[in-house]
Nanobody, 115 residues
Framework: QVQFVESGGGLVQPGGSLRLSCATS????????MAWYRQAPGKQRELVAR???????SYADSVKGRFTISRDSAKKTVYLQMNRLRPEDTAAYYC?????????WGPGTQVTVSS
């Protein structure tokens, strides 16, 4: 059973913006912190941003001030607004639980920042 459906990736020029979306179930959305992760070719998956059910957020140092994570309770969706994108932000982006344990990973969405 697919538990996370990511969308919104694409090709964007440096300095541009994208908004990623992650739809999930009511049970997951209401009870767990959720997070966005990314994995670039040849690199380990890394945590990008995290949001708790109460709305507390945290970010990797590399994206602070540029990315914003948010939640929409009505749509059971977590968003990642990405501004001032850089080539080093190029990666496959995934959402999952924001803790020590994960559910099966979704297909992710590819973000490519290039001129």
């Amino acid at each position: 059973q697919v538990q996370f459906v990511e969308s919104g990736g694409g090709l964007v020029q440096p300095g541009g913006s994208l908004r990623l979306s992650c739809a999930t179930s009511e049970v997951i959305f209401s009870n767990y912190a959720m997070a966005w992760y990314r994995q670039a070719p040849g690199k380990q998956r890394e945590l990008v941003a995290r949001v708790t059910p109460s709305g507390l957020t945290s970010y990797a140092d590399s994206v602070k001030g540029r990315f914003t994570i948010s939640r929409d309770s009505a749509k059971k969706t977590v968003y990642l607004q990405m501004n001032r994108l850089r080539p080093e932000d190029t990666a496959a982006y995934y959402c999952n639980l924001g803790g020590d344990h994960f559910r099966p990973w979704g297909p992710g969405t590819q973000v490519t920042v290039s001129s």
